[in-house]
């Protein structure tokens, strides 16, 4: 059996894992259809051998072409997946690299073992139970679907006796003109059809009896949807966007939602059905005006249940900022996907969806200064099924922003920074259907639009602080007028989660303890906004941190060989009871931008001392990384070289055990300037490029700070060729240099409507 066959087997929450690993990088749907033929090749092979690499390129491009003609032959086009789009992904994404391809599939198959032998390594999830509540619900659907199945059955049963009953009244008179004998049986035939009518009126009460226990199962089941699952999904969604390792898989609401809209609109079939047989049978059974109740009723739950189906499935991210989304920079395009639950053929081609900024926003009139934006360009879409799973959507993926009239210096001064003002985008469409009108509407969550890259570490900021607080629609978007506390039970699983989505590893129980020492400085244990974002900073040096590890650290953070934080003291104490030569691995807490250091135990003289070396920044590790840096490091005393002083990472870890498959270079080493406070160390750069390193990462400037744009050019032609690359034509910039580029009877069970 195929490994993704075995994927598929998974509860959701390791499925959700699963498209993490192909999201924004790789279509799932070429995964799913080519899932044979995919496992059967050596990517890792092909990931250092070029021609290897263009072999399985041409090969992936050839499967999907067959898959395209097998799909016209067996005349499935228009209902069957989108080959030819994905072969067009495929070419502009891979085909000047295709070695890329193959590192890219390699890596995510060996991902994809590591998930099934966690799975097989755990007793508890090799048999993947769904959560009990869900399990009921579930059962409840099901049961309704059985139910309504039998119910059409009844209804077409009581159309034949119905017309049976008819044609008997009314050809039984012509019947005994032609034959006198028959008039002697008049009685006994009238009295006969009497029996057949009451037979037929009981049979219709039974019907709707039934249909009405539907109707109240399905109520109770559209308030469980509308007002328990749809919103602990979306905080969910809240939790996953900033960070946290959340299940937001649709499909059960996917399900549900297409389930029960499908037993409603086939309840009001049966009902107008039965409305029929009443209208045009003489055996009326009087319950025309139940029938137009429950009528009624089903269409208040239908009305109910499709303007909830409507979600925003992925929420608004630039393509440069996929881990931090929610943050939308002017002029920058962004993509967004939403979502119809209820999927059901009649619903098909009959949504069109257009977003609409800020949509009946208060902020807009009660906050001063609040900015005003727009799309750069009409966007609305209509909503098509275009997914393995059969989903119901739209990709917005070309959407941008525009200021309407940029804030002046001086005038309107906003009580809320450029940061901390939150705007939404609203998602609306109007069904027609069986001459109703639905009006339906679905809001992303807050975004933060910036307009220098400078800002990004501080809008995250505000993004992390509001979905921690806030779990309620309609959504305050003057939170930050005056900013609730965050508790550290709240702050210390957010901190965690940045660094389980940057390094794959969250902060373990003592790192934690550091920073709540650090951060939390009242009996209270409240953090305020003022202290974790503005005053101290602490988030900025944090934030320094997490690009530390994302570009120069993320194998040894994974690895659990920096214990990062770890104050003085601590370190201190961990190392004097070690033998010489036992190193450890922090951050430094006094450089903002980020930086890393080791300290170890030396005996010397019958004293022990504790060494700490001079911070590695960015600009250093862009050179030389940590690993050969512990490799080749030499402390220096009076002008002798000793021998490299690093012999065990804490607590036991020989040196090279920990580190040598990640040693790279060897060469000669080049001083340091002398900074008081630190021994001092040696840098040993061997150049791997004819061109130097590029220059380090400019301070941030302070959050409550507009940056000039015209600092920023750079960074705008980055990311305006990074929309152009998505395009053939253009696919040809990927090959240049990187510096000629630039940077009644029955009763209702009535269940309220959910708050929103």
């Known amino acids: 059996m195929a490994q993704w066959q075995e994927l598929l087997k998974l509860d959701f929450a390791l499925q959700s894992q699963v498209r993490r690993l192909y999201e924004g990088r790789f279509p799932t749907e070429i995964r799913h259809w080519l899932c044979h033929w995919i496992e059967s090749q050596d990517w890792g092979s092909a990931a250092v051998v070029e021609d290897a690499a263009r072999t399985c390129f041409q090969g992936l491009l050839e499967h999907l072409q067959e ?5 016209i032959q067996e005349n499935n086009i228009l209902q069957g997946p989108n080959f030819s789009g994905m072969r067009d992904f495929v070419v502009e994404n891979f085909q000047e690299q295709p070695m890329n391809l193959a590192a890219l599939l390699s890596e995510c198959l060996k991902e994809e073992k590591k998930i099934l032998a966690s799975v097989a390594a755990s007793p508890t999830c090799s048999s993947p139970v769904m959560n009990p509540q869900w399990t009921q619900l579930d059962n409840k659907v099901s049961q309704m679907k059985l139910q309504i199945l039998e119910l059409k059955k009844e209804v077409k049963t009581l159309e034949g006796l119905n017309e049976k009953l008819d044609y008997i009244q009314k050809t039984w008179q012509s019947k005994v003109e032609q034959n006198v004998g028959l008039a002697q049986s008049q009685d006994l035939v009238e009295q006969e059809c009497q029996k057949r009518s009451i037979f037929i009126n009981q049979t219709k009460h039974i019907v709707l009896q039934q249909l009405v226990t539907i109707l109240n199962e399905a109520s109770q089941i559209i308030t469980t949807l509308t007002g328990v699952e749809l919103p602990e999904w979306k905080r969910r969604q809240q939790l996953a966007c900033i960070g946290g390792p959340e ?10 939602f297409t389930a029960v809209a499908d037993i409603l609109l086939g309840v009001r079939e049966q009902l107008q059905k039965l409305q029929e047989q009443d209208q045009n049978y003489t055996n009326s059974s009087g319950l025309s005006t139940s029938i137009a109740e429950m009528d009624g009723f089903t269409l208040t739950l239908i009305r109910n249940l499709l303007t909830n189906a409507l979600v925003v499935e992925k929420q608004p991210v630039m393509q440069n900022l996929l881990h931090r989304p929610l943050i939308l920079k002017t002029g920058v395009r962004f993509k967004v996907t939403v979502r119809f639950l209820a999927n059901l053929p009649a619903f098909k081609d009959q949504l069109k969806v257009k977003p609409v900024f800020d949509k009946n926003v208060e902020e807009v009139k009660t906050v001063s200064g609040f900015r005003l934006f727009d799309f750069t360009r009409d966007d609305s879409k209509l909503l098509d099924v275009d997914s393995p799973n059969g989903a119901l959507m ?5 959407m941008s922003l525009k200021e309407k009239k940029a804030r002046t210096k001086g005038s309107c001064e906003s009580p809320l920074t450029v940061t901390e003002e939150l705007h939404i985008i609203r998602f609306v469409t109007v069904l027609h259907h069986a001459g109703e009108k639905f009006d339906i509407e679905a809001s992303s969550l807050p975004v933060v639009v910036i307009s220098s890259s400078n800002q990004v570490p501080s809008a995250w900021a505000s993004i992390m602080w ?19 506390p965050l508790t550290w039970m709240q702050l210390a699983p957010l901190l965690s989660w940045q660094f389980l989505s940057v390094g794959q590893r969250p902060l373990d129980p003592d790192q934690l303890s550091m920073l709540h020492d650090k951060i939390v400085d009242n009996p209270d244990g409240l953090v305020h906004w003022t202290k974790f974002s503005k005053d101290e900073s602490v988030w900025m040096w944090i934030d320094g941190i997490l690009d530390l ?12 060989y920096i214990m990062g934080f770890v104050s003085k003291q601590r370190t201190s104490s961990l190392l004097l009871n070690k033998p010489p030569g036992t190193f450890l691995i922090r951050f430094s807490e006094s450089m903002r931008d980020g930086a890393i250091t080791f300290s170890w ?15 590695y ?12 840096a512990i490799n080749h490091y030499t402390l220096t005393t009076q002008g002798r070289s000793s021998m490299n002083p690093l012999v065990y990472l804490y607590p036991d870890i020989p040196k090279d055990s920990a580190f040598a498959r990640y040693y790279k270079f060897s060469g000669p080493s080049s001083t340091n300037k002398n900074i008081k406070a630190y021994v001092q160390r040696t840098l040993a750069v061997v150049s791997i490029h004819p061109t130097p390193p590029p220059s380090p990462p400019r301070d941030s400037p302070s959050m409550d700070v507009d940056v000039d744009n015209n600092t920023d050019s750079s960074q705008k032609l980055d990311e305006f060729l990074m929309d152009l690359l998505d395009f053939p034509e253009w696919s040809h910039l990927q090959t240049l240099p990187q510096e000629s580029v630039s940077d009644s009877v029955f009763t209702f069970q009535e269940h309220g409507s959910p708050t929103q």
């Not at 739209?394 to 070309?398: G, I, P």
């Not at 135990?601 to 911070?615: L, R, T, Y």
């Not at 600009?619 to 990384?625: A, H, R, T």
Request: avoid cysteine; glycine fraction near 2%.
């Open 549 to 560: 590890i994302k570009k120069h650290l993320a194998d040894l953070w994974q690895d659990g």
């Open 247 to 256: 299940d937001t898989s649709l499909e059960l609401l996917h399900k549900w």
């Open 466 to 484: 509001f979905n921690m607080l806030s779990s309620r629609e309609p959504m305050n978007l003057s939170l930050f007028i005056n900013p609730p």
């Open 617 to 628: 920044t960015k600009k250093e590790l862009s050179v030389l990384s940590l690993a050969d």
């Open 601 to 615: 135990v030396d005996h010397s003289n019958g004293e022990k001392h504790i060494h700490a070396v001079e911070p």
């Open 67 to 71: 898959q395209w003609s097998r799909s």
């Open 394 to 398: 739209a990709a917005f993926e070309h």
